[in-house]
């Protein structure tokens, strides 16, 4: 292991951590050299076990033994950057790291044919654009049996470190890529359940949809929902019952009751 001990954040081999952007890590121009952050150490274990490559670790000193070490185990070649907390105090939402942080390499991501190859049940964000949202999305997808996640391009980027950590590291494990035209689902044989409040929903329990061999659950922006021109893409519209009154749910927590139901 590579420990190298840092007293401040200038230094040009910490500038993933300290102030290069969201925008900045991803590189459009150059993707094959774009990085993404991962935060706690069962997020970094999980992306670890997942194949994802680490390039450089950093970490508050008193966290090295117990935290730093087991992971970066079989990673000699692997700088491990630490500092006194006064230090990394100076990095914004550090408090909430857990101790180290990890700058690893982003995928290369695969096609919409590989990510569905051998599924039945997907998820589909539409202009999801919030962190959180993608992280419990994706969190809820893992754990009620979705078997892939398609974004479209406006979505939060799943690999957004508050994403990663709200995930809890299932980003890392299921399949995803970007779609480009619903048109790529059609032709890959899926039927399209869209969750929306409009008049020609169906409810969730709608036989047709467990008879559905392939599904693709299709949810929108917070706020506004899936546009007048997705929803005509959709086979069906979905809607989930409600009493007193409440017309809607957080989008994270109507993607969970559905996919439990859709997935059974």
């Known amino acids: 292991m590579k420990l190298i001990t840092v007293t401040d954040l200038s230094v040009p081999e ?5 102030h290069l952007t969201e925008a900045q890590l991803r590189n459009r121009l150059h993707p094959d050299q774009g990085l ?19 390039v450089s670790f950093l970490s508050e000193a008193k966290f ?3 935290q730093v ?26 408090e909430l790291s857990r101790g180290i942080l990890c700058a690893m390499r982003r995928p290369v991501l695969p096609s919409v044919t590989e990510v569905c190859r051998g599924t039945k049940r997907v998820a589909v964000m539409d202009n999801v ?7 419990a999305i994706f969190r809820a997808a893992a754990a009620l049996g979705i078997e892939a996640v398609l974004l479209t391009p406006t979505c939060c980027d799943p690999l957004n470190r508050r ?9 890392f494990q299921l399949p ?5 035209s619903y048109r790529q689902l059609h032709d890959e044989g899926f039927k399209l359940a869209a969750l929306a409040l409009n008049e ?10 467990a008879a559905s061999e392939r599904l693709a659950i299709v949810m929108g922006t917070e706020g506004n929902g899936l546009s007048d021109a997705t929803l005509a893409q959709c086979d069906y519209v979905v809607r989930i019952p409600m009493q007193r009154g409440v017309d809607s749910l957080n989008v994270a927590a109507a993607a969970s009751i559905a996919f439990y139901t859709l997935c059974r």
Do not use: H
Request: net charge negative; with cysteine; aromatic share 8%.
């Open 36 to 54: 993404f952050i991962a935060e706690s150490l069962k997020v970094i274990r999980v992306a670890i076990a997942a194949g994802y490559a680490p």
């Open 69 to 94: 070490l087991p992971l970066a185990e079989g990673l000699a070649d692997v700088p491990v950057y630490t500092a006194e907390r006064e230090v990394l105090a100076q990095l914004t939402g550090y």
């Open 163 to 171: 994403a990663c950590r709200v995930s809890m590291g299932t980003v």
């Open 64 to 66: 090295v033994e117990s």
């Open 176 to 180: 995803w890529t970007y779609l480009e």
């Open 200 to 209: 020609r929903a169906t409810t969730l329990d709608d036989p047709a949809l």
């Open 129 to 135: 654009v919030n962190s959180t949202n993608t992280g």
């Open 14 to 18: 910490l500038a993933p951590y300290s």
